[in-house]
């Protein structure tokens, strides 16, 4: 069983800073790339930020603001998020494209609950 852990979403200001951190755990073989998604209240889950096999991606929108980084060691997945716009708001998954000791060999995506990220005006 692999679990993602996410934490740091509340509420924030326009212009404002928050860093959302995400943990793997469980049995875990091996680590190809974590990243976040987001998803607005009446829209598709869409991608903001991820790496994957050493290269790092970013949506248009957060290019800029937004930083990720991964402490592969501890599993671990942050996103530094600063100048934060209304349009931000949206719950935040994390995503782990992970090899687990039971299927090695086997890339599978695994996901985190979400954490609510809200940026008043």
């Known amino acids: 069983q692999v679990q993602l852990v996410e934490s740091g979403g509340g509420l924030v200001q326009a212009g404002g800073s928050l860093t959302l951190s995400c943990t793997a755990s469980?049995?875990?073989?091996?680590?190809?790339?974590m990243g976040w998604y987001r998803q607005a209240p009446g829209k598709s889950r869409e991608l903001v930020a991820r790496?994957?096999?050493?290269?790092?991606n970013y949506a248009d929108s957060v290019k800029g603001r937004f930083t990720i980084s991964m402490d592969n060691a501890k599993n671990t997945v942050y996103l530094l998020m600063n100048s934060l716009k209304p349009e931000d708001t949206a719950v935040y998954y994390c995503?782990?494209?992970?090899?687990?000791?039971?299927?090695?060999?086997?890339?599978?995506?695994?996901w985190g609950q979400g954490t609510q990220v809200t940026v008043s005006s």
């Open positions: 995503n782990g494209r992970l090899q687990t000791r039971q299927r090695v060999g086997i890339f599978g995506d695994y």
């Open positions: 469980g049995s875990i073989f091996s680590n190809n790339g």
């Open positions: 790496v994957i096999s050493g290269s790092t």
